[in-house]
């Protein structure tokens, strides 16, 4: 037995076959990169109609629609749309206008059936004003400082002068001997009055 030819033998069979996997490989993988091959088609060159119901060509046949395929730009079809200027019917989408009447339908007596009946719009009335939940009860100032005075709120007191924001939403307007007046900055309503209440 030779086993070193039996070798070079299995060894030349298997350098063979590689080959012709490399050559099948490369011939079928390099067309995939290479793309189709696509004849470049000038600008010059005219473009010959196609016929979509296959008829021949005379003086009875329908014209045919020519399919521009290239891509470079056409300036004078560029130029011929800034030209076009826009040409509507001349009504103003933004301002309101009042819409046309509708004709009323007239009888056999001349007069109209259903006579249009006035409706006077009204507006609703104002909201109530909400009472101020806040209550006078002292002042706090000493003399010679300005006045600051007693503001109670369920279990919060407060201590505010002319001009200062109570809870957040309260401001303190003016204060006399007797009341104080606040306006409530979050409903926007006018400046309310509330008395002292003697403790």
Avoid: C
Avoid at 25 to 52: C, D, N
Avoid at 107 to 131: A, F, I, L
């Amino acid at each position: 037995m030779n086993l070193g030819a039996e070798n070079r033998k299995t060894m030349a069979w298997a350098l063979g076959l590689g080959v012709v996997a490399i050559f099948a490989l490369v011939y079928e993988v390099v067309p995939f990169f290479m793309g189709p091959s696509v004849t470049p088609v000038s600008a010059s060159q005219p473009i010959t109609p196609v016929s979509r119901g296959g008829a021949a060509h005379g003086k009875n046949s329908k014209k045919t629609r020519t399919e521009n395929l290239d891509p470079t730009l056409q300036l004078k079809l560029l130029a011929f749309s800034e030209q076009t200027k826009y040409e509507g019917s001349g009504r103003n989408i933004f301002v309101s206008r009042a819409d046309d009447p509708i004709p009323a339908v007239i009888g056999g007596n001349g007069t109209t059936d259903h006579p249009k009946e006035e409706v006077k719009w009204t507006p609703p009335p104002p909201p109530p004003v909400q009472p101020i939940p806040l209550k006078f009860f002292g002042f706090a100032s000493r003399p010679g400082e300005p006045k600051k005075i007693f503001l109670s709120k369920d279990q919060d007191v407060f201590i505010a002068g002319e001009g200062e924001i109570v809870d957040r939403r309260y401001k303190v307007v003016h204060i006399s001997a007797a009341s104080v007046e606040i306006q409530d900055l979050v409903n926007s309503g006018p400046p309310q009055n509330i008395p002292l209440t003697p403790s």
